[in-house]
């Protein structure tokens, strides 16, 4: 199982980014896939969820109304649409999927956001 982020970056405050995360060596469209966080010093905390067929979407509260999190099953990717991002948004941003009671994880991208 391979995943890998794109589309990290710097960006300003209100500003927007989209993260893709690229998925290979899973049956994908049968996975939910998660995006977590972790900014310098605080724990890795879950930005949103997405289910296998991309019906149902959850978000952490932090983040509702500014992010999306979306997927295509058909090019294995899930997406992350990031809208009037914050200061406190600022960290590396990670894609994990589930399979057989394991978890993996990409190897994140940065996301800062400057005032």
């Known amino acids: 199982v391979q995943l890998v982020e794109s589309g990290g970056g710097l960006v300003q405050a209100g500003g927007s980014l989209r993260l893709s995360c690229a998925a290979s060596?899973?049956?994908?469209?049968?996975?939910?896939m998660y995006w977590f966080r972790q900014a310098p010093g605080k724990q890795r905390e879950l930005v949103a969820i997405v289910s296998a067929d991309g019906g149902t979407t959850n978000y952490a509260d932090s983040v509702k109304g500014r992010f999306t999190i979306s997927r295509d099953n058909a090019k294995s990717t899930m997406y992350l649409q990031m809208n009037s991002l914050k200061l406190e948004d600022t960290a590396v941003y990670y894609c994990k999927t589930r399979r057989l009671a394991r978890d993996y994880w990409g190897q994140g991208t940065q996301v800062t956001v400057s005032s």
């Open positions: 060596g899973i049956n994908f469209s049968e996975r939910a």
